[in-house]
């Protein structure tokens, strides 16, 4: 790569290949975790933020971001926690939501306001796609994942919280 | 802006976070059902979270300590926890009830921060608020389930009800010194103000579950936590929350 001017591409194409430690299939790109790219000649500065407050991954991220950008692009990089921004969860992109419905996980309902019971309510199963589904617990086992179960083909499924 | 009067605000806030979390934490294992184990447990995963944002605020913006020393080697006479948050868990109806009373409070309170003249809190506070919704969404839907589960199951929520109310009006003890220059500054609306919004809010859900609130006139809060008074049952809680981080507190982790 040194031969080359790295682009903001280069860098975005690189975090592509960053994966969520607790969901393999997405990347940081794919979630919406990164607020920030600075580039210049010798060094990049990403910002980023969790999805959840509590989020136990945020310094593995971090570590996986700076070590993968190193080695692709060759030149410094550092990574910060943006205190300015938020993450929700319409950050996630479409293609983000069906790689994790490919994996088995139900994708957030697009949020056009709070976060409420209702939308909790009849989430298409992963497996089969019934809205025959119903809230087992706002909390499973990771802070950004509820428990739903399926009464069409009778599996207990994993979400993906709306978060506002 | 008066730092004083942030600092302790900002503790009381974040100490009650951390000793909720703590008391969540000690269901894990221990839930009536797996998936109540794994809301407990979540809820304690995020408390603890929103402690940590708090103790970060404090190290970042106004000279506090590094927050794990912070969190785990102040003795009990400097937290600022209230005695709501303090008690053991009790039965399940006692937790559930506390969850209820406090989760509301925190949403009241963060949802008022919105507005704040305090830039990190505003920041803070929409994340926060968030993620709470997921707190009283469980709370709620438990509160009215168990309280139409049959004549047992109303009347332990009734005295759960009963038992903590005063307590959880503790919460709001207005502080003697700093009160009125939060108010001022437009940090935050005051006690008083978030006492209300937060009546107004529980007033509803219990309604929906048929529990009688007590007359408000009647309700005693208790007080004491947010000037170092506490309960037995403090100290204790704090030697098991820091008997790791005691083996050696220079270690990195």
Known sequence: MSSKTITIADVYAALETVMDPEIPVLSVVDLGMITGVDLNDSAVHIKMIPTFAACPAVSYIQHNIKTV???????????????????????????????????????????????SAELMMEVPCPHCGSEQTYLRSPFGSTLCRAIHFCKNCGQVFEQFKPLE | MNNAALTDLIIKMADDELIQGHRNSEWTGLGPVMEEDIAFSSMAQDKI???????????????????????????????????????????????????????LAESVRYESLQDSSYEPFRLL???VKG????????ANAWIMQLSRAGEESYDRMQQALDKTIALAAGIFEP??????????????????????????????????????????????PVYGGRHGVH???????????????????????
Not at chain 1, 75 to 93: F, L, P
Not at chain 2, 87 to 101: I, K, T, V
Not at chain 2, 131 to 138: F, P, V
């Open chain 1, 69 to 115: 950008l190193e080695k692709e692009l060759g030149i410094a990089v550092s990574v910060e926690v943006d205190k300015q921004e938020h993450w929700h969860s319409n950050r996630m992109t479409p293609a983000a939501k069906e790689k994790l419905k490919a994996f088995g996980i139900a994708p957030p309902k697009v949020l056009a306001g709070e976060v």
């Open chain 2, 49 to 103: 979270g929103h402690a940590w944002a708090l103790y970060r605020m404090l190290h970042e913006e106004l000279g506090g300590k590094d927050p794990d020393t912070f969190a785990f080697l102040r003795p009990e006479k400097e937290f600022k926890s209230s005695h709501l948050v303090e008690m053991p868990n009790g039965e399940y109806d006692f937790s559930l009830m506390r969850h209820f009373l406090f989760d």
């Open chain 2, 125 to 127: 506070s929409k994340k």
């Open chain 2, 131 to 138: 993620e709470l919704k997921y707190h009283t969404l469980h």
């Open chain 2, 175 to 220: 502080s003697q010194l700093y009160e009125e220059a939060l108010i001022e500054d437009k940090v935050y609306p005051g006690e008083t103000a978030l006492y209300h919004r937060w009546l107004d809010r529980i007033y509803p859900v219990l309604v929906k579950a048929s529990l009688n609130l007590p007359e408000i006139s009647a309700i005693v």
């Open chain 2, 231 to 253: 309960t037995p049952h403090l100290q204790s809680l704090l030697r098991e929350m820091s008997e790791v981080f005691n083996l050696d507190t220079e270690a990195s982790w």
